[in-house]
């Protein structure tokens, strides 16, 4: 447990793009929730500070040269200060950098991408019953095909990789041409145990009532099997499941259940039986599907919260991008940022300000006066802009 003083310091990023909309309504809505919350005794210490294209503007350019997006001083306060959250930033062009975000989690091993997916009551949503949907996923942040680790078609690199696969004699069974272009999927035992570890702690925590792995270890028996097969082995020797059936699904001593689904039969499982799920533990790329199929199921992005953990790090960010086309209009749906902050405010253990968050946020949408990538799609919703939506929050 977090040991959190009545006025902690907490770095933000406002970040780029519609960051510059949606942070101000995000901190003036937290603030009201805790002041109301605590009657003054706690308050939250905004320290900002700088990535993206905001950073460039603040520090320039580094002894080398280079535009500086990511400054030593960001990454330091996010570190020393513990909890963070942050805007969508832009990913540079060029300069060998490949995304902002994924430099973020790489360098501080931010190894969950956490995904809570509720649904708040008159949000326009695809399907028939999105009330049945309410999942949180965990998604491995660090490894998998996503680990960037690939080469271009005629690369030296993949001449030696075919080179040593058909010295394996691998070439003779499968297709695998001169031309072509190669990514490694690492999966490991550690880093596949720490995910589901949170996951299967999370669901205690909160009650849920089941963790499921989803993989597809029937065609990928090493990397995603073992995801699965560690997983299953997470349950039982360190939280005591025990197998039903036979396994290979078990049940924790508090009952919550342990499943495994494949990715793509669970793809179609969330939409036909949401009420199913529960908590989801998964790898990084069927989890970045999984994560932005289920937003859409529920109101879509501009409401999705999320949150990037390491064991000592949380950094609590909205999920989309930066969207240029609507910045610095007052148009973007500030939800997104601001229940991504009441999940700060839930690991912060303030409870009662984070309650008060949540009850802001489904009221202002019931009272139909909401931004305008809900209005079209609401009858009889009036729009209003992204400060006026933070507004409606906090009455
Ligand atoms: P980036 O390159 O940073 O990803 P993007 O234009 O792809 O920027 P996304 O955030 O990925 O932006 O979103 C795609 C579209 O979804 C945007 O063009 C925008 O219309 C919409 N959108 C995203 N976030 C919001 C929001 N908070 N409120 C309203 N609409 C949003
Ligand atoms: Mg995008």
Known sequence: TLNVPNNPIIPFIEGDGIGIDITPPMIKVVDTAVNKAYGGSR???????????????????????????????????????????????TTPVGGGIRSLNVSLRQELDLYVCLRPIQYFSGVPSPV????????????????DIYAGIEWAAGTDEVEKVITFLSDMGMRKKIRFPESSAIGIKPVSIDGSQRLVRKAIQYAIDNNRKSVTIAHKGNIMKFTEGGFRDWGYEVAKQEFGAVEIDGGPWCKLPNGIIIKDCIADAFLQEILLHPQDYDVVATLNLNGDYVSDALAAQVGGIGIAPGANLSDTVAMFEATHGTAPKIAGKNIANPSSLILSAEMMLRHLGWTEAADLVLKGVANAIISKRVTSDFSTQMEGATQVGTAEFGDEIIA
């Open 43 to 89: 308050k939250i210490s905004w320290m900002e500070v700088f990535a993206g294209e905001k950073a460039v503007k603040v520090y320039g350019k580094d002894k080398e040269g280079k535009d500086t997006w990511l400054p030593s001083e960001t990454m330091q306060a996010v570190r020393d200060y513990v909890i963070s959250i942050k805007g969508p930033l």
């Open 128 to 143: 028939k019953h999105p009330e049945k949907t309410d999942m949180v996923i965990f998604r491995e942040n660090t490894e």
